[in-house]
């Protein structure tokens, strides 16, 4: 039985899973859930994640939500490539950098892209230029990590930069909106600020298989 992945267009959550299953050369099958018809919220998904959220993975009866879990799993089960290090120290630092973003660029990011992608809150500008500034801190700290360094753990690609990757892509994209200019978040051009963050959104972006993992509704 194939692996069957249930997602949403536009989902960081679901973009790492997808990430994963592409640079694994995994072959699944592609549940798209549309948020705007609620089917992620319809009774047959439910069974799979009361929470009613994406992604969820279905191998044979196992099923699974929490992208992150979802990536261990994967890497438990097909070795190669190796996504959470070959040594006990990359082991240690993928970790870290992982829950280093789920605690921090995750949380503040958040706090800007929610308001400007549904429009609640967008008038507490204060707010959200606090939480920008709390993510340019963060992007400033990754972008002296990857200072000299193609990834960030190790020599090649972890699952430290796969579940990073689709924040930063989902934050930038906020960062592009009409809603978010008068907000000055100073995020834009990547280039300028974070020249090593866009290097590396340009390497992941050239990987094999990456054009299959866009959100279909960003094109
Ligand atoms: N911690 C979860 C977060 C999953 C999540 O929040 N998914 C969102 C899409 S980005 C969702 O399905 N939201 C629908 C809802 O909450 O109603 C993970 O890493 O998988």
């Known amino acids: 039985m194939a692996l069957e992945l249930y997602w949403g267009s536009g989902s960081p ?30 009774a047959r998904f439910l069974k799979l994640n009361p929470r009613g959220k994406v992604p969820v993975l279905k191998d044979d009866d196992f099923v ?15 070795a190669e490539p190796p996504m959470f290090g070959t040594s ?15 605690a921090y660029l995750l949380n503040f990011g958040d ?21 920008a500034e709390a993510v340019r801190q963060e992007l400033k700290r990754i972008d002296r990590e990857l200072s000299g360094s193609t990834w960030l753990v ?19 994209r906020a960062a592009g909106k009409d809603a978010a200019k008068p907000l000055k978040l100073e995020l834009l051009p990547l280039a300028d600020s974070f020249p090593n963050v866009s290097t590396w959104v340009k390497r992941i972006e050239a990987l094999p298989g990456y054009e299959r993992t866009y959100p279909p509704h960003w094109r």
């Open 64 to 78: 699974l939500n929490e992208s992150l879990a979802i990536m261990a799993y994967l890497d438990k089960k097909y």
């Open 13 to 42: 959550f679901a973009w790492r899973v997808m990430l994963m299953l592409e640079l694994k050369g995994l072959a699944y099958q592609s549940t798209l859930l549309e948020f705007s018809k609620g089917d992620h919220k319809a």
């Open 154 to 172: 190790g020599k090649q690609i972890s699952a430290a930069d796969i579940s990073l990757f689709p924040l930063v892509q989902t934050v930038l």
């Open 88 to 102: 006990p120290q990359e082991a240690g630092l993928i970790w870290r950098a992982m829950m280093e973003t789920e």
């Open 111 to 131: 706090k800007v892209i929610r308001p400007v992608f549904f429009g609640k809150g967008l008038d507490e500008t204060e707010k959200i230029q606090e939480a």
